[in-house]
């Protein structure tokens, strides 16, 4: 089955022009035919059209994890957003058999919420430090798992996930605000092109989070 880079007709900026031609242009909008340097440049342009503008956190995130996982294929593509020890305080409280101690640590610390994703249902929080997403959140900086099943503490939310990359979205201040979470059904999937286009996607959205 062929694959088509979505574009929303709703899209109004200066660059929609601009980006459908590009799109459209010998048949470019059939991905299938396209090496990834090309496909990840005309997904950085899309994505920084169809935001452009836009101020909203998780319409932003839902149509960024959209365009990366009908224009790549990705298995499972989507964000996990921070939540902090405020935030978490009352849900860990309400955990009566957690013991009071654990549970003021992992306020302090807040957790990693699931936001807007594309793919099967996944888990809907992970700690800090937990897993590849976790990790990645505590270490700040990208993390590519060629071997989920080699990773120590990987989280398994589901058994077909192969390989992983996990992006940071920092804010403008320099802290990590969510992160990009991508799986595959195949082994070692993602290289350095890969972390170097999605970081480059991730940064665009540094706008959204100011400290």
């Known amino acids: 089955m062929k694959r088509k880079i979505y574009v929303a007709s709703s899209w109004r900026n200066e660059h929609y022009p601009e980006v459908v031609a590009k799109l459209r242009e010998a048949g470019m909008d059939n991905t299938d035919n396209m090496d990834k340097i090309e496909k990840y440049k005309l ?37 996990y957003r921070v939540k902090d020890g405020q935030l978490m305080e009352q849900r860990e409280q309400s955990q009566i058999h957690l013991d009071s101690a654990e549970s003021r640590q992992k306020s302090a610390k807040g957790q990693l919420v699931l ?32 071997d989920v099943e080699l990773f120590p503490g990987h989280i398994a939310c589901s058994s077909l996930s192969r390989s992983e990359i996990v992006v940071p979205v920092f804010s403008k201040g320099g802290a990590v605000v969510a992160v990009l979470d991508i799986d595959s059904k195949e082994l070692a999937t993602f290289d350095n092109i890969d972390q170097q286009y999605l970081e480059g996607i991730c940064q665009m959205l540094s706008y959204l989070f100011i400290d």
């Not at 960024?64 to 294929?73: F, L």
């Not at 996944?122 to 990208?142: L, N, S």
């Open 43 to 79: 997904l950085t342009e899309q994505i920084r059209a169809l935001i452009d503008g836009e101020t909203d956190k998780v319409a932003v995130m839902a149509n960024v994890c959209a365009a990366i996982h009908e224009a790549m294929g990705f298995w499972w593509t989507g964000f």
């Open 115 to 146: 936001g807007p994703f594309q793919g099967p249902v996944a888990c809907m929080h992970i700690g800090f430090g937990k897993g590849v997403c976790g990790t990645a959140w505590k270490e700040q900086r990208t993390i590519v798992v060629p």
